[in-house]
């Protein structure tokens, strides 16, 4: 079955701390990944995707396929960062994680 | 280009009743998309079409409806009123099935 799993509904930092948001995938076939965020009060919005291999806000996720995961990490976390981050499997349709929300404090 | 627009925002129903949540855009996207956003659930899809006068089911389809008359319109229609079906609906575009979606600012709806 095709699933995207997204284990922490909920990570705290500090600011300046190191950020790492998990994904792990499952999905027989080659998978296109994608970290969607959605800030408050806004729409949801496409943060990154795998095959751009961008960096993004400072953010960064590498599709590791043994593993089936795909981390979405920053060094050095920012206020602004805080929001809702919604991991996302395109296969034939677009299917999502629960989302973790990240708190990041002064 | 005003992207993804929905209608109404925000909607109360009483259960049984009926009601079409809309959705347009601009940007001649072919894939459209409705999903459902539940706390600890995440997003849910609903229903999705690959372009006019076609349209397939997501992972919860039970209790909506579709139509694609028009590349710009995909609304969903609601045919009975649940209070199970209190969620926020947010309807989404892309270019194709892979590409980028853009996702409009949502319908927040209660039913009692």
């Known amino acids: 079955a095709q699933r995207v799993t997204q284990p922490e509904k909920l990570l705290s930092v500090f600011k300046g701390a190191p950020v790492e948001l998990k994904c792990n995938y499952s999905?027989?076939?080659?998978?296109?990944l994608f970290w969607y965020v959605q800030y408050s009060r806004q729409r949801l919005q496409l943060l990154l995707r795998?095959?751009s291999r961008e960096s993004i806000k400072g953010f960064t996720a590498d599709l590791n396929k043994g593993e089936t995961s795909f981390h979405l990490k920053k060094p050095f976390a920012q206020e602004e960062d805080s929001a809702m981050y919604y991991c996302?499997?395109?296969?034939?349709?677009?299917?999502f994680g629960t989302g973790t929300r990240l708190q990041v404090f002064p | 280009n005003a992207g993804v627009t929905q209608t109404p925002k925000f909607q109360v129903l009483k259960t049984g009743q009926s009601m079409t949540l809309q959705c347009a855009q601009d940007?001649?996207?072919?894939?459209m998309s409705w999903y459902r956003q539940d706390p600890g659930m995440g997003l849910r899809l609903i229903h999705y079409?690959?372009?006019?006068?076609?349209?397939d089911q997501g992972e919860v389809p039970n209790g909506y409806n579709v139509s694609r008359s028009t590349t710009e319109d995909f609304p969903l229609r609601l045919l009975s009123a649940a209070p199970s079906q209190t969620s926020v609906y947010f309807c989404?575009?892309?270019?194709?099935?892979?590409?980028?979606?853009?996702f409009g600012p949502g319908t927040r709806l209660t039913v009692t």
């Open positions: 996302a499997l395109n296969t034939d349709k677009l299917i």
């Open positions: 989404a575009s892309s270019y194709s099935k892979l590409g980028e979606q853009y």
């Open positions: 079409s690959v372009g006019a006068g076609i349209t």
């Open positions: 795998h095959i």
């Open positions: 940007m001649n996207h072919e894939y």
């Open positions: 999905y027989s076939g080659s998978p296109e």
